[in-house]
């Protein structure tokens, strides 16, 4: 199976996908920074034009997907996300074959791993970050990526946690969640906070975040940019 070595951590992050010979990887189009000698790859759309559709659209990835293929002799592939951040490798199997990704935090998995477009539900929809979620599931190992540093929380059955949307990166399915104003039923407090909408989430499970949240940069960028202000 699929091994992978990450280096560069916490800023860079670079995920090298260590591969016996003849076997497959899949990785999110253009994360590709280098491979060894011998192995090929082709870009398709996985699960036909529907499938991608879906996955660009709803899910925020890329309509294409890379497959790489080691030779007999074995090989690697060094991949990395568009953002400066950190990654995290999530093992699929018995226990736990689903793992619930936020857009634009899948980055590459191992052949035995399916990735598909989950809707979260309206409630996902309002929290302002997209109603679609990205589901991988299977078997094996799953590398996905972060803005800024990553923090793991594991809660226990019943334990809860509440995080701003904007910084989830993945959660597991055993996760029980709910969306609501950061100041709860009071718009304009919410909008003096600094805050818009946040997760209250409950264990048993993981959860996975981003020291960073893109959609800030984003509108940090577009209010600074030349030709922005009057």
């Not at 996905?144 to 594991?154: K, M």
Request: aromatic share 8%; with cysteine.
């Amino acid at each position: 199976m699929m091994k992978v070595d990450l280096r560069h951590n916490p800023s860079f992050t670079v995920a090298r996908c260590v591969l016996a010979g003849g076997e497959k990887m899949r990785a999110e189009s253009g994360a590709m920074l280098a491979h060894s000698a011998g192995v090929t790859f082709e870009a398709k759309v996985e699960g036909g034009m529907m499938a991608g559709l879906k996955r660009s659209v709803l899910g925020g990835e890329s309509l294409f997907q890379t497959t790489f293929t080691a030779p007999g002799p074995g090989g690697w592939v060094d991949v990395a996300a568009n953002l400066p951040g950190d990654a995290i490798t999530i093992d699929l199997g018995p226990g736990q074959d689903r793992f619930l990704l936020t857009k634009g935090c899948w980055l590459a998995n191992s052949a035995g791993v399916a990735i598909d477009t989950k809707w979260g539900g309206a409630r996902n929809l309002f929290g302002g970050e997209g109603g679609f979620l990205v589901e991988a599931s299977g078997q094996g190992v799953v590398v996905a990526s972060c803005f800024g540093a990553l923090d793991v929380i594991d809660l226990d059955a019943g334990e809860q946690v509440v995080i701003d949307t904007g910084h989830v990166v993945a959660y597991a399915p055993t996760i029980a969640f709910q969306i609501r104003r950061a100041v709860a039923g009071r718009s304009i407090q919410s909008m003096k906070s600094g805050e818009g909408f946040v997760f209250d989430f409950t264990g048993p499970g993981r959860v996975l975040l981003q020291s960073r949240n893109p959609s800030q940069m984003i509108s940090y960028l577009t209010a600074n940019m030349p030709g922005s202000r009057a």
